[in-house]
């Protein structure tokens, strides 16, 4: 059945999103509909408000939810109405190499379903009749969504949507680059660049993972404390000018074996890859704008056995990776309430964006 609901829009680059009303078709074949409890405000979002990522408007945000499926689509196993889900953002068509060795990230069919269902059409309408597009083939940021069956994992029920939704990005990315990318090895020095959602969550990944040190650096002091909260055990303030990858060598005595890019800045990088010690690894997780690069010296990367990596979506496997990362919630182990600074109501959307911008939140949540 065909509903009406509310969602977060990107309608012009690089100004405030709007919050419209949207229609949301029946699901099709291999689709659900799933109301949504709550939704993350993840950097990537604002990422594609201004072009750094290319999602051309009219977009539904959100990428990073929970919620209940309420309509299943022909063909669609093992999910039902009052099954509690989160969104997942990457598509893997299960077939292809990455998909068959346990890398769905890297599925080669994953460009189907970037701002569309994965068959290429939408069941979302502006007032007009016009479709509108979705997020990584989520388009979450709303009262309803209707996506792939695919792009929702079923969750233990008793979690609590709002929490369950961090999971759906900013957790899994944080968590999983250390544990499935990196593999941090208990007893390291760990160096985390940027402690906004996504760096906070490196920042407990590895406290979990049994790092001795963990060095937290950010342009703002707030974040620092709140770094502390989630285990950090020393903090750096980067001013401009400063060489960061100096100082993270003189305070660790060499410099650090694993460091982790969480801003998206090509520079930062390279700065990351320059502090880390001999044989040590550097992360890129932060997604910086096509035409940014990065450089290292050929040579240390020989003389050094240095490695720099990227991580995309923590190398995760949602299905496994997702229940992973509740499970260590509910155990206690992973801190999910204190990632929520502040909820927001959907009319409150822009103001959330503009908190993101700001960085004044560890996360932001849309809650509905
Ligand atoms: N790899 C992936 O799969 C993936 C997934 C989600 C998000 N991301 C990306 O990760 C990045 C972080 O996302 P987020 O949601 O945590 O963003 P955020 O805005 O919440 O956090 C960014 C943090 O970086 C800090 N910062 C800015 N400039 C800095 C500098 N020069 N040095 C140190 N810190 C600095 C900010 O103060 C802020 O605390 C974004 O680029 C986002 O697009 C990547
Ligand atoms: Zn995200
Ligand atoms: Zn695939």
């Known amino acids: 059945m065909a509903r009406t609901g509310k969602a977060v829009i990107c309608r012009e680059l690089n100004k405030p999103v709007v919050v419209e009303t949207v229609t949301f078709d029946s699901p099709g074949r291999g689709e659900v509909m799933v109301r949504i409890g709550a939704c993350g405000v993840c950097h990537s979002d604002l990422s594609a408000t201004n072009g750094t990522l290319p999602m051309p408007p009219p977009l539904i945000l959100g990428h990073e939810a929970a919620g209940e499926v309420i309509e299943t689509g022909e063909d669609v196993a093992g999910l039902a109405p009052g099954d509690k889900v989160v969104s997942n953002w990457i598509y893997m068509c299960g077939k292809c190499r990455f998909c068959l060795t346990a890398r769905p990230v890297l599925c080669t069919e994953q460009a189907r379903a970037l701002t569309t269902l994965p068959d290429g059409t939408l069941r979302t309408r502006d007032v007009a009749g016009k479709p509108l597009s979705i997020f990584s083939g989520c388009g979450v940021m709303a009262e309803y969504a209707v996506v792939s069956a695919d792009n929702v994992i079923k ?34 020095t760990v160096a985390v660049f940027g402690c906004g959602g996504v760096g906070l969550n490196v920042i407990q990944g590895a406290a979990i993972a049994g790092a001795e040190r963990i060095v937290a650096i950010d342009t703002m002091e707030a974040k620092l404390e709140l770094a502390k909260k989630f285990g950090a055990t020393d903090t750096v303030v980067a001013k401009p000018g400063e060489d960061v990858a100096k100082a993270l060598k003189k305070l660790t005595a060499g410099g650090p074996d694993y460091a982790f890019e969480c801003v998206g800045v090509g520079a930062l990088a390279e700065t990351a890859y320059r502090a880390i010690r001999r044989g040590g690894k550097a992360v890129v997780v932060g997604v910086a704008k096509a035409a940014d690069s990065t450089s290292v010296r050929s040579m240390t990367l020989v003389f050094e056995e240095k ?38 109501s959907i009319d409150e959307a822009p103001q959330a964006f503009a908190d993101l911008q700001a960085g004044v939140n560890a996360r932001g949540v849309i809650v509905f």
Request: aromatic share 8%.
């Open 155 to 188: 969750i233990d029920p008793k979690v609590p949507l709002d929490r369950a939704a961090l999971v759906g990005c900013a957790v899994t990315t944080g968590v999983g680059a250390v544990f499935n990318t990196a593999r941090v090895e208990p007893g390291s």
């Open 307 to 344: 490695t720099l990596t990227g991580s995309y979506f923590g190398s995760c496997v949602p299905r496994i990776d997702f229940p992973k990362m509740l499970h260590l919630y509910m155990a206690g182990k992973l801190k999910l309430d204190e990632l929520i600074t502040r909820r927001y």
